[in-house]
């Protein structure tokens, strides 16, 4: 074979715009499709591209090869015996001229087959890794400054993800990235929902968000998505779906490999849905579970993105939850504490969040002056936050603290209605 032939599947391979192990991925992927046993190593692919003459694909390979480029193994620069010419090579009983208008020829073959439009500009790897950076900042966004500004970004970026998908030109892994990122941005916006309403809207993009990821077949943005059910779940009242979320996602888990933070976000959700339900000795079975997995969790090497916030923070402040809800909150205060001084920089609307809990808690304690000081430092930073779950909880505590007869308590309450004016009530 002449050394043209041998880097004809190079320059099929680039015009598609797969980088070797991008392509050997794909490869695996379409034969799981087809339910076709056949493997590839970026080795192989190398030999196969460089070597004269290349060494033949076995049968399930060249059935792979042909699926993806939509051509014949010979036009990809194979010496092919006459007994393996395939279907793709007979399309058609009227000859060569109707096969290659069939498979339109060369490379724009392969880019009708492995691109979804021909139409609009070419998306690589370089726009992929910038709506990704324009994903991770949301979660700075969210943190930093609440649910209702990292929404305005959020839907700015889905019109950006979903126009790339709908009118430009890219691969099948390219197309998967954009459709994990588009799943992954949809459970950040069930959180912002869950954090600022419509509740109704926000269960409705969860579910979106879940879908999404069965369709591309990912395990951990299905448990990214079914976390953010779990509590938008118990904030609507369905218990009943909250709690079955949590068992699939124990199962989803298993089955997909995931690590042990993952399996403690998991544990923290069963224990929501524990405490919610007022089953003290179940909320106590899934916080021992969650400091199991809590134990393990430095031995994970790859922690998504949505998993990171847990942390022994999240621990102090479930557990917390649970004391609060058999009515004793001297014994929450403790993990509160522990939870607001655990929290670094770059966390405000959780520090807020976290701290109104821990005055609301003291309040509740009969601790009035501390408590009140509490509020008065989530005062400090409310103008720089714009969420309505803390909105309802400052009013919440300015309606206890009134019935208060006290100088500090008077003035907490004062405060917080010049604060909140405007705001949720």
């Known amino acids: 074979m002449a050394d043209s032939g041998v880097s004809r599947l190079a320059g099929l391979r680039k015009a598609a715009g797969y980088t070797q192990v991008a392509f050997v991925s794909d490869f695996v992927r379409e034969a799981a499709r087809l339910a076709i046993d056949a493997s590839l190593s970026v080795r192989q692919l190398r030999r196969w591209e460089s070597e004269s003459p290349p060494p033949l694909p076995h049968p399930g390979q060249q059935a792979v090869l042909e699926a993806m480029f939509g051509l014949p193994l010979a036009e990809m620069g194979f010496d092919v015996p006459s007994h393996r010419h395939s279907t793709v090579e007979r399309i058609g009983d009227d000859g060569e001229v109707k096969r290659r208008a069939f498979v339109s020829g060369s490379g724009a073959a392969v880019a009708a087959t492995i691109l979804p439009n021909q139409r609009g500009p070419r998306i690589g790897a370089g726009e ?38 709908s009118h430009s030109v890219y691969t099948s892994g390219v197309g998967r990235d954009l459709q994990a990122m588009l799943s992954e941005l949809h459970s950040n916006q ?7 309403g419509p509740i109704g809207q926000a269960r409705a993009v969860a579910m979106e968000a879940l879908t999404a990821a069965q369709l591309i077949g990912d395990g951990l943005l299905q448990l990214s998505a079914l976390e953010t059910l ?6 609507a009242d369905r218990l009943w779906e909250a709690a079955s979320a949590v068992e ?8 997909s490999g995931a690590g042990p933070t ?27 579970r969650v400091l199991s997995y809590q134990s393990r969790a430095d031995m994970d090497t790859d922690v998504p993105d949505w998993a ?30 522990a939870a607001v001084d655990g929290l670094a920089g770059g966390y405000a609307r959780n520090t807020a969040w976290y701290r109104s809990k821990l005055a609301s808690t003291l309040l509740d304690a009969g601790e009035v ?23 309802r909880r400052i009013d919440a505590f300015q309606r206890t603290a009134t019935a208060i007869d006290t100088a500090v308590a008077r003035d907490t309450s004062a405060r917080i209605r010049e604060a909140t004016r405007g705001g949720c009530t």
């Not at 916030?309 to 939850?321: G, H, L, N, W």
């Not at 002056?369 to 909105?391: H, K, N, P, Q, W």
């Open 230 to 235: 779990v509590l938008i779940d118990i904030k």
């Open 190 to 196: 069930a959180w912002y929902g869950y954090d600022s």
């Open 262 to 288: 993952v399996h403690l976000v998991i544990a923290l959700r069963e224990a929501n849905v524990a405490t919610n339900a007022g089953d003290t000795a179940a909320a106590r079975r899934a916080l021992s």
């Open 369 to 391: 002056e501390e408590a009140c000081a509490e509020m008065g430092t989530v005062l400090d930073a409310y103008g720089e936050i714009d969420s309505d779950r803390l909105t």
């Open 128 to 165: 992929v890794a910038a709506f990704r950076a324009r994903l991770v900042e949301l979660y700075t966004v969210d943190h930093r400054s609440g649910g209702i500004p990292a929404k305005a970004g959020a839907q700015r970026l889905e019109q950006h993800i979903t126009r790339a998908l």
């Open 248 to 255: 699939f996602a124990y199962g989803l888990a298993a089955r």
């Open 308 to 337: 990171r916030f847990a942390s022994p923070i999240e621990i102090d402040y479930a557990t917390a939850d649970m004391y609060m809800s058999v009515g004793d909150p001297r014994r929450a205060v403790p993990f509160l504490r």
